[in-house]
């Protein structure tokens, strides 16, 4: 029950994080901004508008927005409660990491299938990220689950290698969220935009699906990100707010990295998975 | 009702019905599973020349793949490819069956043998193109290797147990001394190993696999590599076992290097059939991988763990071979219907094909391991194999397998990049360069792909129908019976749960709501065929990340003609090296040129030769002494 609603609780304040970032960095980039609640104003607007679809597509255009949508929410399910002690189970890490494949997979799909430069561009460098990504990922959300026990355990037991996997889930998010230095969420130039051009098709009420699996997709990993470090669950709730804070102002200070030195940047992300998940095993990383 | 016999011809029924019966043997075998067998002695020789077949626990998954891929390759002839392909077909899966049933080693050899020249009359179907006969030449030449390792591993394991019969020869396994045995896993990896395809020793592959014929390539890649699985699954757990720890270690290395090593070529790779070689080898890879974290476990003496691995290993090994046919028959369709596999020419396949690319889709959601498939109930297995040895393994051990979950997470990667690619170029979109290709009718052959498809779906959404079956196997190969697969048998559905409904509420919404179909956005400009992305742009970032191993080279011939800045046509070549076919093309070029080097001592002079023969006795007698 508990899970449940912690589940709703996620999902409902999803785009008030989206939000958040966003008036921060303005506010960081001495802009007025948005109000915090702008997101919601958006997802309501474009549910009240209508779809439009590029000719002669198949219906996996149609159904792609729906089900990248399902797979976010099933992503922030398999999240564990921030009450439960544990970040993750060796069980949802895997799961985690290929459900998240099943969006991209669709989506890529549909972005070829309509016929443009810029989808198709988009859609070869998510593709290209991901599958650099795949390795972080996996590794930080399994460094979660590495224990003496066969379930779960606190990360209070070896707070450094929790740290390591923590970096490396944000590192990971970036991408996953098209955040500086990866991608840039303000842009609108077809030629540079990654997340944003391979959904670069949609509008309308689909649009409005896919925005809101990506903030869930956002939030959920921000809690996951959060679960890696030590403490209890009101601690966990402090930690978000500060990965809140320092990720508008990393994009503040950054600027985009050159498409071909991102991955640079996923291999400083497995290496801190990597090395995390060597102390969690080594049983060293106490203080 | 289509009027049946008018429109297949009798051939093809033949065909048919000899691969069904093949299929029914194996169904038979598995049947018969525990009844002692049937022994042939000659006169000559008898002991050394025995035939001895039974059915044994460790090849009853293999039987039940080639009971599963066998019905769907044969209804598939029914209505396309070469019309004579059948019989052979059906010989070849005997020679499989045969192998899989073989139980000493003259049996075994006969039936691995015929297995190879079998397979190699397949893979030369098309010799009048030259790069069919290179293809087979080192098919070849590598499996006739390959097949002399394994004989000097059986013989010197036949000649320790002073028995030809496999039962002896897994009894005395464990009295063998320790460099012999090193020696007789080297050759059994060896000759194994190569039927496999792992690195370094599957550069054949790619090139064979592509040039058979559709069905033959469906069973080559679904069914032979994992007979090459089941050699290796003999050799360490049967004639050979126990394998050294550092032997499982190797293993793993190898496996690693190939499942990558295969995922990255499939990636790049821009033609149907030979992504799909690529893909063989990755998922080959894996299983290597998994067989060495099996042996590993093994010599650690940890039973549960052992039987864990070995019935994630079964599992993706049926997996493949499920979806890697499915896969390589729809390419056969393609192929009829396109008359290319290159997909940079093609384009929109689906409008034409619309009863292929769904079940093409499946395969290849199957191959890039996303839930709810079978790829990735077998994958999420491999993964939790790794994942829970990790508390008994050594610390450089441990180290090891956080490397390789590491590993199969970027081949995992890579693979849905190479699936996403394959049917998003080739299905989707607008036809490139071939325009006119009929719209496909609905025929008896696409039973076939339906039935791998639905095989795809069920082990992806209830697992446990195929754990079931694998534990039994598993157990009695490490002798636990503590097999626990976790949360798998429920975790596919929980996960497909909301994105298929998800994707069913979106089109329902659409429905109610209604879309508008709109040009496609591309600043203005139109939309043709030729601005579509092809398959080589797709995976360029790709391979410039991974310049250091894919040495990718571009060239761009401008024909400018009267205006430099309206050229008449750019030509774009591009190229990228294989590191591993290099150097067995220079081990090649290396031993050619010593062979014609030592073509000295053969002067043709008898007189010379009477020498030779006077050293030759004259050693002897020194040796011999």
């Known amino acids: ?287 | 009702m289509i009027p049946f016999a008018k429109i297949v011809e009798p051939r093809r029924l033949l065909g048919c019905a000899a691969l069904l019966s093949t299929a029914l043997i194996a169904l038979a075998a598995i049947v018969l599973h525990g009844t002692p067998g049937v022994a042939i002695l000659p006169l000559i020789a008898p002991q050394q020349l025995r035939l001895d077949f039974a059915s044994t626990t460790l090849a009853l998954p293999f039987l039940g793949l080639i009971a599963l891929v066998v019905p769907a390759v044969a209804v598939w002839g029914l209505r396309r490819g070469a019309p004579d392909d059948g019989l052979r077909l059906a010989l070849f899966v005997l020679a499989m069956t045969g192998v899989l049933l073989a139980q000493s080693v003259a049996a075994f050899f006969l039936a691995w043998e015929t297995m190879s020249l079998v397979s190699a009359f397949l893979v030369g179907t098309h010799h009048e193109r030259r790069a069919v006969r290179r293809a087979l030449l080192s098919y070849i030449l590598v499996s006739q290797l390959g097949a002399l390792c394994i004989v000097a591993g059986l013989a010197l394991l036949a000649a320790h147990a002073g028995s030809f019969r496999f039962i002896d020869i897994a009894h005395a396994a464990a009295g063998l001394p320790l460099d012999l045995r090193s020696i007789i896993i080297a050759l059994l990896l060896l000759g194994f190993g190569s039927k496999a395809g792992l690195v370094p020793l599957h550069f054949w592959l790619p090139l064979a696999h592509p040039v058979a014929p559709a069905n033959a390539s469906a069973l080559l890649s679904g069914v032979m590599l994992n007979i090459a699985v089941y050699g290796l699954l003999l050799a360490a757990f049967g004639l050979a076992a126990p394998f050294p720890l550092a032997w499982g270690v190797w293993v793993m290395l190898v496996g690693m290097l190939t499942s990558i090593t295969g995922a990255l070529y499939a990636a790049i790779d821009s033609d149907f059939k030979q992504l799909l070689a690529y893909s063989s080898i990755e998922n080959l890879g894996i299983i290597a991988t998994v067989l060495g974290v099996a042996i590993v476990t093994a010599a650690l003496h940890d039973r549960t763990l052992t039987e864990l691995a070995l019935v994630a290993l079964l599992v993706h090994t049926v997996s493949h071979g499920v979806f890697k046919s499915l896969l390589f028959l729809a390419a056969g369709n393609v192929a009829e219907s396109a008359h290319t596999t290159d997909i940079e020419h093609l384009g929109g396949l689906r409008r034409v094909m619309p009863l292929t690319a769904p079940l093409l889709l499946v395969g290849c959601a199957a191959a890039a391991a996303l839930p709810p498939l079978s790829g990735f109930a077998s994958e999420w297995l491999v993964f939790t194999t790794f994942f829970r040895t990790l508390p008994i393994a050594p610390p450089a051990l441990a180290a090891l397998l956080v490397v390789a979950i590491g590993n199969l997470a970027a081949t995992s990667g890579l693979a849905a990049l190479a699936f996403v690619k394959l049917f998003g170029i080739a299905f989707l979109g607008e036809p490139r360069t071939v325009r006119e290709i009929a719209l496909e009718r609905p025929d008896v052959s696409l039973l076939g792909l339906g039935w791998l498809a639905f095989f795809c779906i069920a082990f992806g959404l209830a697992p446990s129908v195929l754990f079931r079956r694998m534990i039994d196997v598993g157990a009695a190969l490490s002798g636990s019976t503590a097999f626990d697969p976790g949360a798998l048998p429920t975790l596919p559905v929980l996960l497909a749960a909301l994105p298929a409904l998800g994707a069913v509420g979106a089109i329902v919404m659409a429905r109610r709501r209604g879309v508008r179909t709109v040009p496609t956005w591309t600043c203005g400009s139109l939309v043709t065929p030729r601005s579509q992305y092809t398959a080589t742009a797709f995976s360029k970032p790709l391979r410039r990340i991974f310049a250091f191993v894919l040495f990718p080279e571009h060239q761009q011939i401008r024909d400018t003609g009267a205006s430099h800045w309206f050229p008449l046509r750019i030509r774009y070549t591009f190229s990228t090296r294989y590191v591993f076919d290099e150097v067995a093309r220079n081990v090649a070029a290396v031993t050619q040129r010593l062979a014609r080097r030592s073509r000295i001592v053969q002067a043709g002079l008898l007189r010379v030769y009477l020498v030779y023969a006077v050293v030759a006795v004259l050693i002897m007698l020194v040796v011999a002494r």
């Open chain 1, 1 to 287: 029950m508990n899970g449940i609603f912690q589940f709703a609780c996620l999902v409902a304040a999803a785009p008030l994080l989206q939000g958040l970032l966003r008036s921060l960095r303005a506010k960081l980039q001495g802009r007025p901004g948005p109000s915090p609640l702008q997101p919601y104003r958006d997802l309501g607007k474009l549910w009240s508008k209508e779809a439009l679809v590029p000719s002669a597509t198949s219906v996996l255009v149609i159904a792609a927005p729906g089900l990248a949508l399902g797979v976010a929410l099933t992503f922030a399910a398999l999240v564990p409660p921030i009450t439960v002690g544990g970040s993750t189970t060796a069980v949802n890490a895997v799961a985690m990491a290929l459900l998240l494949g099943l969006s991209r997979f669709v989506l890529v799909l549909a972005a070829l299938d309509a016929r443009s430069g810029f989808t198709a561009m988009a859609a070869s460098r998510e593709m290209t990220f991901a599958s650099l990504t795949e390795a972080p990922l996996i590794l930080a959300l399994l460094s979660g689950a590495v224990s003496p026990s066969p379930e779960a355990v606190s990360a209070a037991d070896t707070p450094v290698a929790g740290v390591l996997a923590a970096g490396a889930l944000l590192l990971v998010m970036l991408s996953e969220t098209a955040r500086i230095p990866v991608d840039n969420q303000e842009t609108h130039y077809e030629l540079t935009m990654i997340h944003e051009g391979l959904i670069l098709e949609y509008g309308g009420w689909q649009l409005a699906l896919l925005q809101l699996g990506a903030y869930v997709r956002q939030a959920a990993f921000f809690v996951l990100a959060a679960r890696m470090l030590p403490g209890t669950s009101w601690l966990t709730l402090v930690y978000i707010v500060a990965f809140a804070l320092m990720i508008p102002l990393a994009e503040r200070i950054y600027a985009k990295m050159r498409l071909f030195e991102v991955p640079q940047l996923f291999a400083s992300a497995t290496v801190l998975a990597l090395a995390s998940i060597g102390l969690r095993i080594a049983g060293l990383g106490t203080w």
